[in-house]
């Protein structure tokens, strides 16, 4: 077993970094558990339900958020980015950048006073990314971005909570092993890598992590249609790009392991709720690894979803007397074919969250997402692994971590 006297960091709290954190604490360990974003959940809390179960995502990662928080011997820290590892004296020291929040989350009680006297309407109930509230745990949120520091807010605030002069804290703890559960990141906005697909140039071409967002079930009203966001007319065509960004060597060469399986889980809902839809998965190879994948896909298919082999080389909005929507350019052998979708959903690209400096020379494990593309249950299972090496006293020899940084390079 590791050396009690310090605790062990652990960072990221998607499904990955929370389950480290529990294996960790249940067997006596001391864990400090650091999250950039103001809430704990990572990317499994923007997700409505997950395959292959179609359960719902919030009840499993509320529940285990829950668990992490009420833990006697895990000590959360939200809003707080780790940015490397480094090897002092007396052991490993971990550099922490808390941002400046400036409402004090443990003093806050919510009764909703600075919000009513907010000229800007910059104070929120929730971090703005999140469709519900609260966060886990909830956290008043400021909106630097709309408050002008007129400072009524303070005065307004019965227990003090506000303190507007606060400034991003950086620090160093002392740890005896990291958990690195960094997760996945997006493809960032133009120049997108493959810009041949539209990437963030039209409203109509989504990513699909902001399509999961349009169709959950919080979004969607009873009986109301899918719309087009460009000009919110009703959308009768949807076509799902694969393998957007990634098994290409100019951006990912990998696989991103999770976006055939959530591209015929998005199809499936939307086309039980909408049957007259017409769904079409255009992919490269269609990829179902995990116990009951190879059903769901078969599942989709049988409401409809039309799967064809096929990447599109050009995806372009057009406006005109040949029709208005997202066209789709194929070519295959002299063959030039297009096709018009009202929507079209661009999924892969996912990248490994990159390995913050240090974290190779300095014993640390990845796992999750950020260690290789995984879904949930084998992020959950990962982190699991990563927990029994600490307690087994097998770190030190950055192996594991040698391979995320290889994975992560190549992202
Ligand atoms: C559109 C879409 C739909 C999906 N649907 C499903 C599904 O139905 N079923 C399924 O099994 N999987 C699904 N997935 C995959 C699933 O989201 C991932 O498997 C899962 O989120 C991975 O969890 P994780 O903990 O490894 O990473 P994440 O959920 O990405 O969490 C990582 C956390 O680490 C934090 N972090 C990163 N760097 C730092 C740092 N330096 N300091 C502090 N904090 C940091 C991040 O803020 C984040 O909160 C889907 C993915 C997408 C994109």
């Not at 006596?28 to 719902?56: I, M």
């Not at 090897?87 to 808390?98: D, I, N, V």
């Not at 591209?263 to 039980?272: D, F, M, N, P, V």
Request: proline share 8%; hydrophobic share 40%; charged share 20%.
């Amino acid at each position: 077993m590791p050396d009690t006297k310090q605790a062990i960091l652990v960072v990221g709290t998607g499904v990955a970094g929370m389950q480290a954190a529990l294996d960790l604490a249940n067997l006596g360990l001391s864990v400090h558990l650091v999250e950039q974003d103001s809430h704990l959940g990572g990317q499994a809390l923007r997700l409505d339900k997950v395959y292959p179960t179609d359960h719902c995502a919030f009840c499993p990662v509320w529940t285990h958020a829950f668990a992490c928080r009420e833990h006697p011997r895990i000590t959360i820290s939200t809003g707080t980015k780790f940015k490397g590892l480094r090897q002092g004296p007396e052991g490993s020291l971990a550099l922490l950048e808390k941002a400046a929040r400036r409402i004090d989350g443990d003093k806050c009680v919510f009764c909703g006073r600075c919000m009513e006297i907010c000229p800007q309407k910059a104070l929120l109930g929730h971090a703005p990314d999140l469709p519900w509230d609260p966060a886990l745990p909830p956290v008043p949120w400021l909106d630097g971005g709309r408050c002008d520091s007129c400072g009524k807010c303070e005065p307004a605030c019965p227990t003090g909570a506000i303190d507007a002069a606060r400034q991003t804290n950086t620090f160093e703890i002392a740890v005896s092993d990291c958990i690195f559960a960094g997760g996945f990141q997006e493809p960032r906005p133009a120049p997108a890598p493959a810009p041949e697909f539209g990437g963030h140039t039209h409203p109509d071409i989504l990513t699909a992590m902001a399509f999961e967002t349009l169709i959950a079930e919080w979004n969607a009203i009873p009986g109301v249609k899918l719309r087009c966001q460009s000009d919110g007319r009703p959308a009768g065509s949807l076509a799902f790009i694969q393998c957007a960004g990634a098994r290409d060597r100019r951006f990912l060469p990998h696989c991103s392991a999770v976006c055939c399986m959530h591209a015929a889980k998005q199809a499936s809902w939307l086309k039980r709720r909408q049957p007259d839809l017409d769904i079409a998965v255009f992919y490269t190879d269609l990829r179902a690894p995990g116990k009951g994948q190879e059903a769901y896909m078969k599942m989709a298919e049988e409401l409809g979803v039309r799967f064809i082999r096929r990447r599109p080389g050009l995806v372009a909005p057009v406006d005109g007397p040949s029709g208005k929507g997202i066209a789709l350019r194929h070519e295959a052998d002299a063959d030039v074919a297009t096709t018009l979708a009202d929507i079209v959903v661009l999924n892969g690209g996912l990248a490994c969250c990159p390995c913050p400096e240090g974290t190779a020379e300095v014993s640390a494990q990845a796992c999750g997402f950020c260690s290789e593309p995984a879904d949930i249950a084998n992020s959950v299972i990962q982190a699991g692994n990563a927990a029994a090496l600490i307690c087994g006293g097998q770190t030190g020899d950055g192996a594991l971590c040698a391979a995320f940084q290889e994975i992560g390079g190549r992202s």
